[in-house]
Nanobody, 125 residues
Framework: QVQLMESGGGSVQAGGSLRLDCSYS??????????LGWFRQVSGKEREGVAS???????TFGDFAKGRFSISRDNEKITLKLDMNSLKIEDTAMYFCVATPSSSAPYCGTTPTYWGQGTQVTVSA
């Protein structure tokens, strides 16, 4: 059983930075074979892929995230991080950590297998 849990969300002023972490609970040997990523959703709107990092380290970013966000994983330490810089008001959303076994699809697929509960990011003027 895989469980994901996000942390690091909060409130920040526009132009600021936040780091989101995703903790993993499950078989340690599975981790390196997981595509890992982040989605976000604003209430009443469709969710959208933010970033993902594949088994080989290949990364994908949404157009809005390019140049501002970075994603990293450490298969030994079992960590996933999303660094968000130059945050904008429109980045305000619930951010979800996701994972899909053995996926090379952008954002680990349109419907990743595993989801965290989400962490709120609020960017104010």
């Amino acid at each position: 059983q895989v469980q994901l849990m996000e942390s690091g969300g909060g409130s920040v002023q526009a132009g600021g930075s936040l780091r989101l972490d995703c903790s993993y609970s499950g078989p340690r040997s599975w981790y390196k074979n997981l595509c890992l990523g982040w989605f976000r959703q604003v209430s009443g709107k469709e969710r959208e892929g933010v970033a993902s990092i594949g088994l080989d380290g290949t990364t994908t970013f949404g157009d809005f995230a390019k140049g501002r966000f970075s994603i990293s994983r450490d298969n030994e330490k079992i960590t996933l991080k999303l660094d968000m810089n130059s945050l904008k008001i429109e980045d305000t959303a619930m951010y979800f950590c996701v994972a899909t076994p053995s996926s090379s699809a952008p954002y680990c697929g349109t419907t990743p297998t595993y989801w965290g509960q989400g962490t709120q990011v609020t960017v104010s003027a």
